[in-house]
């Protein structure tokens, strides 16, 4: 299970910080990922990361402002998120990456969502 936490209501300009705990099993051997999701949109990817954290990818519009890391020791990933737009304002969700044969910025590679966390990015 992959529970989502640190979303909230932040000014344009303004940082959050994303937690995403596993709980119940470990996914440490995992590709892990983050998505979005806003009203009446698609779920997209926003950013994935390698199970030791070597080697990281970003969507284009938040490349530059988005940092994935993660702490294996304590089964978490993390989604760093600086300069937040309006247009960032999404449900933010994470994600194991289960199926290599699949390209990485699909949901569809992914499995064992959560419940995600509202981030809302005020003008």
């Known amino acids: 299970q992959l529970v989502e936490s640190g979303g909230g209501l932040v000014q344009a300009g303004g940082s959050l910080r994303l937690s995403c705990v596993a709980s119940?099993?470990?996914?440490?051997?995992?590709?892990m990922g983050w998505f979005r999701q806003a009203p009446g949109k698609e779920r997209e990817f926003v950013a994935t990361i390698t199970w030791g954290g070597g080697s990281t990818m970003y969507a284009d519009s938040v490349k530059g402002r988005a940092t994935i890391s993660r702490d294996n020791f304590k089964n978490t990933v993390y989604l760093q998120m600086n300069s937040l737009k309006p247009e960032d304002t999404a449900v933010y969700y994470c994600a194991v990456h289960v199926n290599p044969t699949i390209n990485l910025t699909m949901r569809e590679g992914y499995e064992y969502w959560g419940q995600g966390t509202q981030v809302t990015v005020s003008s």
């Open positions: 119940g099993g470990t996914f440490s051997d995992y590709r």
